[in-house]
């Protein structure tokens, strides 16, 4: 099974509206950790949002949240006011508290391609 | 800035030549380092951890004598793509992440785009 799943390949969205990108993953541990991140065209992976399984306030950092749905298993990432600069690609990644070693790996969803429309 | 350097952001070779791409830690020691490869539009896929002073531990399918790995210092790791050929020409990008605890930020390397002829 997927450890994160992306439903949206591309969006379409028009500059200044909001949008929403899907995220939902699958773990059985109870402490792990979900990020988003942006790669432009030129292939920086640029982070954006992070949020913590026992974090209880959604995550938000300026125009980037991150609405948290835990018994879902959810972390979609919500833009506000969207600007044609936040064309690119984003990926939603987590980590899991596997081992007693820390800093363990990041698995990537299949991302989404946002475009954003003058 | 960044504080995860990658060289080169680009490179071509002739198959069967070997490219070494470096991926250094700018102002943090890295005990653990990670490669990735992402192909075009695709996402990123784990190839190995890199571990200082010891052997990187590879995901599976990834050949260990293709893709040589090296972590001689706490700020250096070293990917070796060794007798290249056209099907390993791909996106390669390292990361590392300042902490152990699940919320480190993972930094990346500005990644390394490579083209065998």
């Known amino acids: 099974a997927q450890k994160i799943t992306q439903t949206q390949p591309g969006m379409f969205v028009q500059e200044k509206e909001a949008v929403t990108l899907d995220c939902t993953y699958d773990?059985?541990?109870?402490?792990?950790?979900l990020f988003w991140y942006k790669q432009p065209s030129s292939g920086e992976m640029i982070f954006l949002i992070y949020?913590?399984?026992?974090?209880?306030q959604n995550a938000t950092e300026g125009r980037y949240s991150l609405n948290f749905q835990k018994a879902r298993k959810s972390a979609n990432l919500v833009i506000s006011a969207s600007q044609l600069g936040d064309s690119a690609m984003y990926f939603c990644a987590m980590r899991e508290a596997q081992s007693n070693f820390g800093n363990e790996k990041l698995t990537f969803g299949t991302g989404t391609r946002l475009t954003i429309i003058p | 800035g960044a504080v995860v350097s990658q060289h080169p952001s680009r490179v071509i070779c002739k198959s069967g030549t070997s490219v070494k791409i470096e991926c250094r830690s700018l102002d943090f020691q890295a005990t653990t380092m990670f490669w990735y490869r992402q192909f075009p539009k695709k996402s990123l896929m784990l190839m190995a951890t890199s571990n200082e002073g010891s052997k990187a531990t590879y995901e599976q399918g990834v050949e260990k004598d293709k893709f040589l790995i090296n972590h001689a210092s706490l700020t250096l790791s070293t990917l070796t793509v060794t007798s290249a050929h056209p099907e390993d020409s791909s996106f390669y990008i390292c990361s590392a992440s300042r902490g152990t605890d699940l919320n480190s930020e993972a930094f990346f390397g500005q990644g390394t785009r490579l083209t065998v002829v």
């Open positions: 949020q913590g399984s026992y974090d209880e």
């Open positions: 773990t059985s541990d109870q402490s792990y950790g």
